[in-house]
């Protein structure tokens, strides 16, 4: 799986949007690039995945530049709850073990 | 549906006792997954499961053993605890590879 490189920690302002970078320029045509994020001391909370292209659910939005070499979350109007530590993993969709590698993630801190 | 129960959710072991870490999910997945998070630090795979009566060592197994006799259970067994394992442990579970992994709340463990 391909590495990923994230900042270690982002401010945000309630309300406001949050931009979480990650950068997986080694990333190979057939790993997708996943997003979970744990909230203090609780088990780690799935948030989206995609390949190629931009994807939207309920919770975010994912933003893969067309070289696949680095992409943003985006969570569109943060609240205080939205503080946690955010993983960005790249990963094949198949694979044996289909276990996730966590880094240390982008600790956000949602401010009022 | 309650998704991954864990239990218990704190233990203090003393060096050199064992105890067996539960986990259940009601979700009819086939892939169950034991990590373990050291302070400060990503998830390290321990074992995982693709499906009743099938386990395969992760990462970091040493130490665990795990069996998997019914789709909804995967207890994971620490044997001859050591200060090493102090940690906190998260079961989680997927359909399938590829799928997003549902964690359960974790259990926290002390070895003095």
């Known amino acids: 799986d391909a590495k990923t490189t994230q900042p270690p920690s982002m401010d945000c302002a309630e309300g406001r949007a949050a931009n979480l970078p990650c950068n997986h320029s080694?990333?190979?045509?057939?790993?997708?690039v996943y997003w979970y994020r744990q909230i203090h001391s609780q088990g780690p909370q799935y948030i989206i995945h995609?390949?190629?292209n931009n994807e939207t659910n309920e919770m975010a939005s994912l933003i893969i530049t067309e070289d696949r070499k680095s992409s943003t979350l985006i969570l569109p109007h943060a609240t205080l709850r939205d503080t946690a530590v955010y993983y960005c993993?790249?990963?094949?969709?198949?694979?044996?073990?289909?276990?996730?590698?966590f880094g240390k993630g982008t600790k956000l801190s949602v401010k009022p | 549906n309650a998704g991954v129960t864990q239990t218990p959710k704190f233990r203090i072991l003393k060096i050199g006792q064992s105890m067996t870490l539960q986990c259940t999910q009601d979700m009819n997945h086939n892939y169950m997954y034991w990590y373990r998070q050291d302070p400060g630090m990503g998830l390290k795979l321990i074992y995982y499961s693709v499906g009743a009566g099938i386990t395969d060592k992760g990462e970091v197994p040493n130490g665990y053993n795990v069996s998997r006799s019914t789709t909804e259970d995967f207890p994971l067994r620490l044997e001859l605890a050591a200060p090493s394992q102090t940690s906190v442990y998260f079961c989680?579970?997927?359909?399938?590879?590829?799928?997003?992994?549902?964690f359960g709340p974790g259990t926290r463990l002390t070895v003095t």
């Open positions: 995609g390949l190629k």
């Open positions: 989680a579970s997927s359909y399938g590879v590829g799928y997003e992994q549902y």
């Open positions: 993993i790249a990963r094949n969709y198949g694979g044996s073990q289909g276990n996730l590698i």
């Open positions: 080694t990333i190979s045509g057939n790993e997708y």
